[in-house]
């Protein structure tokens, strides 16, 4: 499941591309979803150690 988390932050990354989006303070850092704001940067750095911690396993490089 660590892929399908990198695939989703990868897509919310690119969502604050999307031209229009709402700007907090003059970044475009945060997406609004209802009541809760969501910072896909965050996502990202979890995603991330997830993912290259199963690669590493998987090849050998660590022992889980």
Same mark, same amino acid.
């Given at each position: 499941?660590?892929?399908? @988390?990198?695939?989703?932050?990868?897509? @919310?990354?690119?969502? @604050?591309?999307?031209?229009?989006?709402?700007?907090?303070?003059?970044?475009?850092?945060?997406i609004?979803v209802?009541?809760?704001?969501?910072?896909?940067?965050?996502?990202?750095?979890?995603?991330?150690?997830?993912?290259?911690?199963?690669?590493?396993?998987?090849?050998?490089?660590?022992?889980?």
């Amino acid at each position: 499941w660590s892929r399908q @988390l990198l695939w989703l932050t990868w897509a @919310l990354l690119a969502v @604050l591309l999307v031209p229009g989006m709402p700007r907090q303070h003059g970044a475009a850092r945060w997406i609004d979803v209802g009541p809760v704001h969501i910072q896909p940067a965050e996502i990202a750095k979890l995603a991330i150690i997830l993912f290259v911690t199963r690669y590493a396993i998987r090849k050998g490089i660590i022992k889980a």
